[in-house]
T-cell receptor, first 115, second 115 residues
Framework: NAGVTQTPKFQVLKTGQSMTLQCAQD?????MSWYRQDPGMGLRLIHY???????DQGEVPNGYNVSRSTTEDFPLRLLSAAPSQTSVYFC??????????????FGAGSRLTVL | AQSVTQLGSHVSVSEGALVLLRCNYSSSVPPYLFWYVQYPNQGLQLLLK??????LVKGINGFEAEFKKSETSFHLTKPSAHMSDAAEYFCAVSDAGSTLGRLYFGRGTQLTVWP
């Protein structure tokens, strides 16, 4: 089925370990983004991309890196995991060409625990 | 900068009762506004959006929202709650004048529907 696919669904890390959360979409969407969801905090934007080779920071970028080498993929890298990065991570994409009116298609989420 | 305030982190209603979820926004330019719903262990799905056309917006599952510029509000309503409406609801704002299309989410309102 077409949509946004995130892997893994669950991950447990130790402090200081690195890992990559994968995100892939098969809808040829230009816009992709990563959010983290924490209880009582809603969703906060980490990084986003408006096309291959173009990325920018959101509200809470510290501790995360991204790249966009293809239209389909937008991985999120944690270089040295910290307990504060325990969260549920959502990837979302959009093809809406009316800037500002993005209707996002969300993945199912990746639950990360950092011990 | 844009921001969204959702009044009430938890709302409980009886089945068949009116649902009212409150959202106020802050934006220096005309905004685009959205309501998303999140069912347990899933990603977010779009309920409805306002993009400066009609001020009363109808969405899926019988929900609607009214944009009131004078009150900077975009409250979500449904005349008669159903058990299947139990979920978390997020209001979001985007800057209509932006070429970036970033969404800023509220902290969410958990809706409980009692039989």
């Amino acid at each position: 089925n077409a949509g946004v696919t995130q892997t893994p669904k669950f991950q447990v890390l130790k402090t200081g370990q690195s890992m990559t959360l994968q995100c892939a979409q098969d809808m040829n969407h230009e816009y992709m983004s990563w959010y983290r969801q924490d209880p009582g905090m809603g969703l906060r934007l980490i990084h986003y991309s408006v096309g291959a080779g173009i990325t920018d920071q959101g509200e809470v970028p510290n501790g995360y890196n991204v790249s966009r080498s293809t239209t389909e993929d937008f991985p999120l890298r944690l270089l040295s995991a910290a307990p504060s990065q325990t969260s549920v991570y959502f990837c979302a994409s959009s093809s809406d060409r009316v800037w500002g009116a993005n209707v996002l298609t969300f993945g199912a989420g990746s639950r990360l625990t950092v011990l | 900068a844009q921001s969204v305030t959702q009044l009430g982190s938890h709302v409980s209603v009886s089945e068949g009762a009116l649902v009212l979820l409150r959202c106020n926004y802050s934006s220096s330019v005309p905004p685009y506004l959205f309501w998303y719903v999140q069912y347990p262990n899933q990603g977010l799905q779009l309920l409805l959006k306002y993009t400066s056309a009609a001020t009363l917006v109808k969405g899926i599952n019988g929900f609607e929202a009214e944009f009131k510029k004078s009150e900077t509000s975009f409250h979500l309503t449904k005349p008669s709650a159903h058990m299947s409406d139990a979920a978390e609801y997020f209001c979001a704002v985007s800057d209509a004048g932006s070429t970036l299309g970033r969404l800023y989410f509220g902290r969410g309102t958990q809706l409980t529907v009692w039989p």
